[in-house]
């Protein structure tokens, strides 16, 4: 079994990291969260499309030599995705995505088997939701965890502007929230949102974990509300640093047997454990171009992790 499968996009970033050179990375929220984990020396997997094409096979590739499980990954005849990256003076991203109809845009309910969703946690965000195939995969992902006891961990990244009623964003995101045990939302998620009323009504028996950029970020649910402060770094490139937050917090409730109704589940501790590893994962990709450069050594986020397996 593996401690988190991942749901939902896998394509090629392209960063311009100097003029008229770019370099290709591994990308998708889903697919930076589970390239993360792997890292850490989490058993990760993912759940997603790329072509039979080269890119396709490069993409794999490179997913499974960073340890993630590419065994649920669809291979269709659609071209692969890919977004250009580019950063303002204070490293936020803005993307340029080249998706029409490409895998990851068309995998289907049709798709997915029982067998994918053997994991503690499932994980995957918001953006699904926007078009189908992808809703009923979406869907038919939240059933098939529900049936094989994976607690369903949900990342609000709304990305309001892709939506174009806000209503019905608001009524579809708030539909996956409510099957959630654990909801992960950025100050920015909640904003678009109504902010935390959001939470309180939507998603009331979930934990969540709320970030704020370079600020604290909390965890709220049964163990009471714990807030760990960030580490301060230099942002290079923001791409990414959310999911590998997210990555860090999944590692840690997984190492210490953290499931809904378990008793590491009510200990404030293992929240507070699971934000510093988030922040130290974060700290890590914030300073380097790309959502997965700064995830090689990994040596003292490993070694906290293997206290706490231990404890």
């Keep these: 079994m593996n401690d988190v499968v991942a749901f939902g996009e896998l394509l090629w970033d392209v960063y311009e990291i100097a003029p008229d050179t770019y370099k290709r990375m591994p990308g998708g929220a889903p697919a930076n969260l589970a390239y993360a984990l792997a890292r850490l020396g989490a058993r990760a997997s993912i759940v997603g499309a790329v072509s039979r094409d080269a890119f396709g096979d490069a993409l794999v590739a490179r997913m499974r030599a960073a340890g993630v499980d590419v065994a649920s990954v669809v291979r269709l005849p659609n071209r692969t995705g890919l977004a250009f990256v580019r950063r303002d003076r204070r490293g936020e991203p803005s993307f340029l995505f080249y998706r029409h109809e490409t895998a990851d845009m068309v995998l289907a309910a049709a798709h997915l088997r029982p067998r994918m969703l053997r994991a503690k946690f499932a994980a995957l965000g918001t953006s699904t939701l926007l078009r189908e195939p992808l809703v009923s995969a979406t869907w038919k992902f939240v059933e098939l965890a529900e049936r094989a006891g994976a607690a369903l961990a949900v990342d609000l990244n709304v990305r309001a502007h892709l939506w174009s009623r806000p209503r019905e964003m608001r009524e579809a995101v708030a539909k996956l929230a409510s099957r959630a045990a654990l909801v992960k939302a950025s100050s920015a998620d909640l904003e678009a949102l109504g902010g935390e009323r959001f939470l309180r009504r939507h998603a009331r028996e979930a934990t969540w974990i709320l970030t704020a950029g370079p600020n604290a970020a909390r965890a709220v649910g049964v163990h009471g509300a714990v807030e760990i402060a960030a580490e301060r770094a230099r942002c290079v490139d923001a791409t990414g640093a959310g999911d590998a937050f997210f990555a860090g917090v999944l590692a840690v409730l997984s190492a210490r047997g953290a499931r809904p ?44 992790l293997r206290k706490f397996s231990a404890r």
């Design 261 to 304: 109704g378990s008793t590491a589940w009510r200990d404030p501790a293992v929240f507070s454990d699971a934000l510093r590893v988030g922040h130290m994962l974060g700290r890590r990709v914030v300073s380097k171009v790309g959502a997965v450069a700064g995830l090689s050594g990994l040596a003292a986020e490993r070694a906290l």
